[in-house]
Structures are given as C-alpha cells and as structure tokens.
C-alpha cells in the first residue's frame, strides 16, 4: 500500500500530461492553430520527468522484483519493459516529426498526430501495469517492513531527481502546455 502511494503523485502528473498531449493531438487534427514546438516541449517533460524520474521509480521497482525471484522476461516486468522501450522508440520518433515539421515539412504534422497517438496509448498501458500488476506483486512479496522501506527509497528518489532550485518545475511545463491547448482551441 506505501508502494502505491509513494508513486501515486507521479502518475498522476504522467496522466495529466497525456491528458493535455492528447489534447493537442485531437486540435492537430481539427486545425492549424497547433505548432510544433507544442510538441517537443512535450518531449522534454517526456525525457526529463517520464524518463529520468518516473522510469528510475519504475527500474528500482522492477529490480526488487527480480530481487524476489521473480523472471525478468516475459510475464509482467518483461512486459513493462517492452512498454518502456515503446515509449522510449515513439517519443524519439515524437522529437523527430516535430523538429521536421517546425522546418516547413507539412508531411512531418500527421506524424506527430501518430507518434502522440502512439506515445499516449502506451505510456498509460504502462501506468496501468504498475497500479494493477506491479504493485500488487511487491505487496504480495514484500513484508510490510520491506514495503515501508521500498516506500521510502521511493520517496527518496523523488528529492534526488527534481530540480533543487524549481521543484514545481514538471508541473509548470504542464500549465504551460494546458496554456497553449487552450489559446488553440
């Protein structure tokens, strides 16, 4: 249960931002108003919070697992692993399609409204296999004093990996994006 919590803040963020990326997808679609560096502001929360905060979370989760004897192919961590190599693959692709698209290349758009597609569609299966299976595999594993001291590693790593001199930071480039989707729309 501490597990939960001590990353329940996170995916909150991580849904909030796909919310506000989806967002700017659908407006892709529907009109030009949308601008490509919408989008790799985007990757940047992407690489920074999903990938340098949240994937930490995720590994340290992941090698307790196989700490615990549990196989690191197959089943539910090689399948978290795929989902990250995913959205690792579909946020590059993201980056790609933008910068062509901010040069003037008009093909790149319809790729960006993929990858964002893409990206989102995996990175919340990738929320939902840790709320619903890697969780409560670690809670079954785990004592509770184990779990208490997993939860605090967690919470750890949260001081370790923000920002010092701006610790709203991730959330004021969310504000930013919801910002910018709103003047579009």
Same mark, same amino acid.
């Given at each position: 249960?501490?597990?939960?919590?001590?990353?329940?803040?996170?995916?909150?963020?991580?849904?909030? !931002?796909?919310?506000?990326? #989806?967002?700017? =997808?659908?407006?892709?679609?529907?009109?030009?108003?949308?601008?490509?560096?919408?989008?790799?502001?985007?990757?940047?929360?992407?690489?920074?919070?999903?990938?340098?905060? !949240?994937?930490?979370?995720?590994?340290? &989760?992941? @090698?307790?697992?196989?700490? #615990?004897?549990?196989?690191?192919?197959?089943?539910?961590?090689?399948?978290?692993?795929?989902?990250?190599?995913?959205?690792?693959?579909?946020?590059?692709? &993201?980056?790609?399609?933008?910068?062509?698209?901010? #040069?003037?290349?008009?093909?790149?758009?319809?790729?960006?409204?993929?990858?964002? =597609?893409?990206?989102? @569609?995996?990175?919340?299966?990738?929320?939902?296999?840790?709320?619903?299976?890697?969780?409560?595999?670690?809670?079954?594993?785990?004592?509770?004093?184990?779990?208490?001291?997993?939860?605090?590693?967690?919470?750890?790593?949260?001081?370790?990996?923000?920002?010092?001199? @701006?610790?709203?930071?991730?959330?004021?480039?969310?504000?930013?994006?919801?910002?910018?989707? =709103?003047?579009?729309?």
């Amino acid at each position: 249960m501490r597990i939960a919590k001590a990353i329940k803040t996170d995916q909150e963020t991580i849904r909030r !931002f796909l919310d506000v990326l #989806g967002g700017g =997808s659908v407006v892709l679609s529907n009109n030009k108003l949308a601008q490509a560096s919408f989008f790799t502001l985007g990757h940047s929360f992407i690489q920074e919070f999903i990938e340098g905060v !949240f994937q930490k979370k995720e590994e340290y &989760l992941i @090698n307790e697992l196989e700490n #615990g004897g549990f196989p690191s192919e197959g089943g539910p961590i090689g399948s978290l692993k795929a989902d990250q190599k995913k959205c690792q693959e579909t946020a590059e692709h &993201l980056l790609n399609a933008a910068k062509q698209w901010q #040069g003037g290349d008009e093909i790149a758009r319809s790729e960006v409204g993929w990858a964002v =597609s893409e990206y989102t @569609n995996t990175c919340r299966q990738r929320l939902e296999r840790m709320r619903n299976l890697i969780v409560p595999l670690l809670e079954q594993t785990f004592t509770l004093e184990e779990d208490q001291q997993i939860a605090e590693k967690l919470n750890d790593m949260v001081f370790e990996h923000l920002p010092k001199d @701006n610790p709203n930071k991730y959330v004021k480039v969310i504000e930013r994006l919801e910002e910018q989707l =709103s003047d579009w729309k």
